[in-house]
């Protein structure tokens, strides 16, 4: 059952090492082309939880703004917070980022911060342009230029997704893309909102 639940993450997830040309470009102008199928994000196949980091110490990884200013992830530290590796031609990514908003939205009393750092190396273009043409209004830009999370986090699939409490503990990893307006997701979510 376990082998069956991964394989089906590993089919619904981009791999950062394949060749982009192979993988879904669904966010050259911030939509899928008409040939292309959004993929659905069930909560059967598509995303697994792993906890087996659970407890380990909110990273000090550095990202960049929009505006290229430099900010280390230590910084949000004392509030929930749901780091989303993403790249914008990753199609189970692009398809989670307009709940990732309403996630940003939805949470605002609680002090969640959800931030969705790019993976997509020296293209903050491609990212700001992304970001413009869906008009999130909860969520920013984030940049990983050095892959310092891709490397850190070690996971080599996106989206991937860490949660963590406001003490800056790790509660759990997302592999994949979930529903993140499902049940199950939004437990994980008051899971770090409430630890």
Known sequence: MIALLLIGVLLGACDKQS????????????????????PSVSSDTKYIVDRSKAGSELPDYLF????????????????????NLWATWCAPCVAEMPQLDRIAASHTNSGLQVLPISQDIMEADKVLGFFNAKGFRHIQPWLDADNAFG??????????????????????????????????????????INE
């Open 151 to 192: 490397f850190g986090y070690g996971g080599g699939m996106l989206p991937l997704s860490v949660l963590y409490s406001r003490e800056g503990k790790e509660v759990a990893r997302v592999v994949g893309a979930p529903d993140w307006e499902s049940a199950e997701a939004q437990a994980l979510l008051e899971e770090a």
């Open 64 to 83: 960049r703004d929009a505006e290229g200013k430099e900010l280390s992830l230590a910084r949000f530290k004392g509030n929930p917070i749901l780091v």
């Open 19 to 38: 060749a982009r040309q192979e993988q879904d470009n669904a966010a050259t102008n911030g939509a899928a082309t008409s040939g292309e199928v959004a």
